[in-house]
């Protein structure tokens, strides 16, 4: 085995939330990948085997590690098996225990008390340091661990965390900028005035763009659970070199990925031929993402068709069907499933000449043209502020807590996305009555 000192540059591998114990919802029960090879255990394995191959010095786990109590000796053969080949490639492992397994991965780390390579940072709600020494490197870690299942104060009030020699980083499971969170609350502006070099931060499954210069923000978890979860998932490499963080890159190795695929149908000229439509979309999409070659296993997508078509009565039936028979196809080697379809499409009709109409179809489609008038527009800013307020009420549900209440230019950009989608559902179900009644 060529020696880890090679080339000098010390690799930190950071894992999001993994939630051993835990499987994929949504799975078809005839589709060819079974729910448990494309669990969070599968991911687990395929980042140790990254970790061992890469050789590096250490990997970090920011808390939730395990899904539940329930599943602490599923969970604890899982996390065991990859420590124990991981101590083997001679790997430090340093985690953080999460609201998940506040309890748990405390048990875990007793039972793995004769393997030194397994490090339990922070336990009791206290904060502690261990340093990570190779390739000439030292990094040290700090970290803190949930005492119990809800924190409703930020762990960094009235602490003082030590830097290390060289590479300070912090690990912590959080709740970042949600004042009123029972999971360990955190302002940005805390993370700021601690003085580390950067933060790793669990709980959010929604990654960051972690980048070397301004390393702070959340892992995101390591597979992706369910359709919400979209978008690539995978732990994330870093590279160390003369005291400062150089690559820091997410590595989707996750076994399954959810998508969102939109597909424009102005172009289909026969509503027949909509399945080998759609499939060439697939085929398009699946070689732009995984160009490489490298890829997951399954793909659950979501689609929706999207455009002006002379088929708005039929495109709706017809996207009910592929989700209810959530349609499988292979590509590439890789076994896609529709797990849900819609469609959000417009008769081939100008807008503009719809809104001239004294009824609720011109009506809705007079509200569809204000969303793309300049922000100045004050009939726009009405639409909008009426919507906002409305809208507002629902961030504190899980499906939209990665939307930052502060940030204003992300709020209004899902209003908008809300509105075009609510609206675009309105005119179709207008059109076609309308169809019909003529």
């Known amino acids: 085995m060529e020696s880890k000192d090679s080339g000098r540059v010390m690799k930190i591998l950071a894992v999001g939330d993994i939630h051993l ?27 140790v085997d990254l970790a061992i ?58 039972a793995l008390a004769d393997q030194p390579a397994f490090t339990l940072l922070g336990e009791g709600g206290k904060w502690h340091s261990h340093r990570i020494e190779a390739s000439g490197e030292q990094v040290t870690i700090c970290g803190w661990s949930f005492p119990r299942r809800r924190v409703s104060n930020s762990p960094l009030a009235g602490a003082t965390l030590e830097r290390g020699a060289d590479l300070t980083l912090g690990l912590l499971h959080c709740d970042l900028d949600q004042r009123r969170s029972d999971y360990a609350p955190v302002m940005q502006r805390e993370l700021d005035a601690a003085g580390l070099d950067g933060w790793l931060l669990g709980h959010v499954h929604k990654p960051h763009e972690l980048k070397p210069d301004s390393l702070c923000g959340y892992l995101g978890c390591l597979s992706g659970m ?12 870093l590279t160390v070199a003369g005291g400062f963080l150089g690559q820091v890159e997410q590595i989707p190795i996750a076994p399954l990925r959810w998508e969102r695929l939109s597909v424009d149908v102005g172009e289909l ?10 499939l060439e ?10 160009a490489s070659g490298n890829g997951p296993d399954a793909v ?9 078509t002379r088929f708005v009565r039929e495109l709706p039936q017809k996207a009910g069907e592929l989700a209810e028979n959530a349609s499988q196809s292979e590509i590439s080697g890789r076994h896609y499933f529709i797990e849900h379809c819609e469609a959000l499409v417009r008769p081939r009709t100008d807008l503009a000449e719809l809104a001239t109409r004294n009824d609720p179809l011109g009506l809705l489609a007079g509200k569809l043209l204000l969303l793309d008038q300049p922000q100045a527009d004050p009939e726009r800013q009405a639409l909008l502020k009426d919507a906002t307020a409305s809208f507002r009420s629902t961030l504190n549900e899980s499906r939209w807590r990665d939307i930052e209440s502060n940030d204003e230019e992300l709020l209004e950009a899902q209003v908008i996305e809300r509105l075009r989608r609510t609206g675009t559902t309105a005119l179709q179900t207008l059109w076609a009555q309308r169809e019909s009644a003529g």
């Open 21 to 47: 114990g835990r499987l994929p919802s949504r799975i078809p029960e005839d589709f060819p990948c079974q729910a448990r090879e494309l669990s969070p255990e599968a991911a687990w394995r395929r980042t």
């Open 300 to 308: 659950g997508l979501r689609v929706q068709f999207t455009g002006q």
């Open 53 to 110: 191959g890469e050789q590096v010095a250490a990997v970090l786990l920011a808390g939730d590690v395990i899904e539940s109590e329930k599943d602490f000796f599923e969970g604890y053969r899982a996390l065991k098996q990859g420590v124990d080949r991981l101590a083997n490639a001679e790997v430090q492992v340093i985690a953080v225990a999460g609201n998940h397994d506040v309890e748990v991965l405390p048990r875990l780390a007793r």
């Open 269 to 278: 000229d026969d509503i027949g031929e909509i399945d080998e439509f759609l």
């Open 281 to 290: 979309k697939m085929k398009q999409h699946d070689a732009s993402l995984f």
């Open 226 to 237: 369910d359709p919400g979860e979209h978008g690539a998932r995978g732990p994330w490499m």
